[in-house]
Nanobody
Framework: QVQLVESGGGLVQPGESLTLSCAASGSIFSTVQMGWYRQAPGKQRELVATLNSGGGINYADSVKGRFTISRDNAKNTVYLQMASLKPEDTGIYYC??????????????WGQGTQVTVSS
């Protein structure tokens, strides 16, 4: 069993910053990729940023230059530093991970989500 627990969401004003954290725990053999997705009201879930075990990073065009994804391998934790936040960044942010629980068995996991609201 693997659990992903997010933290750090909240209410901020436009232009402010916020940092999200996601800690993975449980039967982790190795982690292939961790990342963040978000879902705004009435919209589909979309990719925000991903970071793979080789250090490769992918950002949505809408957040490039404003958001930074990073990872602490020792803690199995991924972070999303969000700066210059805009009202359109509002949504539920979900942590996502592809994790090997043995040397041959892997699965995709999701966190429960954390709310980010950007409003004046």
């Amino acid at each position: 069993q693997v659990q992903l627990v997010e933290s750090g969401g909240g209410l901020v004003q436009p232009g402010e910053s916020l940092t999200l954290s996601c800690a993975a725990s449980g039967s982790i053999f190795s982690t292939v990729q961790m990342g963040w997705y978000r879902q705004a009201p009435g919209k589909q879930r979309e990719l925000v940023a991903t970071l793979n075990s080789g250090g490769g990073i992918n950002y949505a065009d809408s957040v490039k230059g404003r958001f930074t994804i990073s990872r602490d391998n020792a803690k199995n934790t991924v972070y999303l530093q969000m700066a210059s936040l805009k009202p359109e960044d509002t949504g539920i942010y979900y942590c996502n991970a592809y994790i090997y629980t043995t040397h041959v068995s892997w699965n995709e996991y999701w966190g429960q989500g954390t709310q980010v609201t950007v409003s004046s």
